[in-house]
């Protein structure tokens, strides 16, 4: 069985262009949102592509399928699961989570610019739907069990590729391969069906982009949220790792 690397986002955090790194790693596959399907599914979300995305993952709708499957990692010495921290509802069971095959890690991006960023595509957001509340939860479980999981910063990536993703490699014990810094534009089969509603800068990439900030003020409804999500920011990017 492979080495499973539980990667931990929120929405509009460089999750795709980071699983494009990963996935161009020759020892690795990935698994693009496991709980995605069912997220749609449990919440009734009307997000881009609904109909669609359940469909095309019907298979994916019964979480205690897809629990199993995130713990049965195909025979490839590395498998990398790109989780949005948000899928995971309350309701789930958490216990696939302290499996000893899983290493827990985690992507964060500045609150300000992933809001902003988040709005112009879903304008219905709220606190939860940016992932952190989620993401500080899954932390602390994994500290509670005596682990302190990696956690990088979408901005230290963006602006130092190989040494941020060559410090990540690091702490996870695995060798840096110089493929992560690049990848060929286009699809991939094992993008999600949402990719058509979510991917296409990602799609037109092939490697990471300078960090530009993002421009335009935080909606006034926003401001709140946003204060949220800094405090829960803040509690884990004292944790980052640095190149």
């Not at 509670?144 to 910063?153: K, R, S």
């Not at 092939?206 to 800094?230: A, D, S, Y």
């Amino acid at each position: 069985m492979g080495r499973v690397i539980a990667m931990w986002s929120g929405p509009r955090n460089i999750s795709t262009a980071m699983m494009r790194a990963w996935e161009n790693r020759a020892d690795t596959t990935v698994w693009d949102e496991p709980l995605y399907a069912c997220y749609l599914d449990q919440t009734g979300l009307s997000h881009p592509g609904r109909d669609h995305v359940l469909q095309a993952h019907a298979h994916e709708i019964p979480y205690e399928a897809v629990a199993t499957r995130l713990v049965q990692a195909p025979d490839s010495p590395v498998v990398y699961q790109k989780h949005m921290a948000h899928h995971l509802l309350p309701g789930m069971d958490r216990a696939w989570m302290d499996d000893a095959t899983v290493t827990h890690a985690f992507l964060l991006r500045d609150p300000r610019e992933m809001i902003l960023s988040l709005h112009a595509r879903y304008p219905e957001m709220g606190l939860a739907d940016t992932g952190m509340p989620q993401q500080v939860e899954i932390f602390q479980r994994c500290r509670e069990a005596g682990e302190t999981p990696p956690v990088v910063v979408a901005r230290d990536v963006l602006e130092n590729p190989r040494g941020t993703l060559a410090s990540l490699c690091d702490v996870l014990q695995l060798d840096f391969d110089e493929a992560m810094l690049s990848w060929p534009s286009g699809s991939r089969d094992s993008d999600g069906a949402w990719a058509d509603f979510w991917y296409d800068s990602v799609r037109a990439s092939t490697g990471f982009e300078t960090w530009r900030p993002r421009e335009g003020e935080l909606p006034t409804h926003l401001v709140e949220v946003h204060e949220e999500c800094q405090a829960l920011y803040d509690q884990l990017h004292v944790h980052r790792i640095v190149a």
